[in-house]
């Protein structure tokens, strides 16, 4: 099944600018292993109001990533809750794949951890994101 990548007119301005490396992880990885029909993106660019906005509204303190661009450095995904298995799938072989910052290995690329307005897929990339080098199934690395 082809699941779509849905956007609204504001975002889909906005998809032409984001960064390249954001586009190849939502085409090569997110949407052919996406458990729904759709892909829907809520959010790339946020102006600082609208970032002030959501702080107000949930206490939640956003990083500033989007409003970082162009090119935009941010996507969110709309999920229906914060546990489902098949987007846990998906984001863990977006982060196996993706190394946010070889500077600071804790920060991912994808993140489904409760934060913000409402369940979303949080994707990210920095200056140093990039792919990791391919690895076997047992963790090794491939010989070339
Ligand atoms: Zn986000």
Redesign the pocket.
Known sequence: MRVLLALDSRRAQEWVRVDARLISIVTRILLPNWPMSHAIVT?IYRSPAEEEDIYEKTGYK?SG??SVGPPFR???IHVLSWDDEGVMKVVQRINREWQYDVKRPRMRVA?YVPH?TAP?V???VHPRTMRRPAVTERGLPEEV
């Open positions: 959010s956003p990533i989007h941010a996507v969110d993140l913000g979303h949080h994707l990210q």
